[in-house]
Nanobody
Framework: VQLVESGGGLVQPGGSLRLSCAAS????????MRWYRQAPGKERELVAG????????NYADSVKGRFTISRDNAKNTVSLQMNSLKPEDTAVYYC?????????WGQGTQVTVSS
C-alpha cells in the first residue's frame, strides 16, 4: 500500500498550488479520502474530505471557498487545489485513505506560503 503526495513547494501569499496523492496497493475507489495538514508546533488537522464516488465533500472552515478536493478513480489519485494561499496555510500536507478498519497515510508534502 502506498500513498505518495506531490505538488508542494514555496508560493507567495495569494498564489495557488495543486497537491496530488497517488494511491496504489488497494482498491482506491472503495476508500474515502482526506487531506490533513500539520504546521510546526500544532496538531494535525483535517483540511478536506471526499467520498468514494466524489459526490460528497467537506472542508475545514479555514479553507472553505479557497480549496477544492477532487478525485479520479480511474487514475487512483486525489487532488487538492489550493487558491488564495495564506501564510497560515504553511504546513506539511498529508493524504489519508479510510475504509472501515483500514487506514493509510502518505508521507506528506511541504507547503510554504511566504513572500
Amino acid at each position: 500500500v502506498q500513498l505518495v503526495e506531490s505538488g508542494g513547494g514555496l508560493v507567495q501569499p495569494g498564489g495557488s498550488l495543486r497537491l496530488s496523492c497517488a494511491a496504489s496497493g488497494f482498491t482506491f475507489s472503495s476508500y474515502d479520502m482526506r487531506w490533513y495538514r500539520q504546521a510546526p508546533g500544532k496538531e494535525r488537522e483535517l483540511v478536506a474530505g471526499i467520498s468514494t464516488t466524489g459526490g460528497s465533500t467537506n472542508y475545514a472552515d479555514s479553507v472553505k471557498g479557497r480549496f477544492t478536493i477532487s478525485r479520479d478513480n480511474a487514475k487512483n489519485t486525489v487532488s487538492l487545489q489550493m487558491n488564495s494561499l495564506k501564510p497560515e496555510d504553511t504546513a506539511v500536507y498529508y493524504c489519508r485513505a479510510m475504509r472501515a478498519l483500514y487506514d493509510y497515510w502518505g508521507q506528506g508534502t511541504q507547503v510554504t506560503v511566504s513572500s
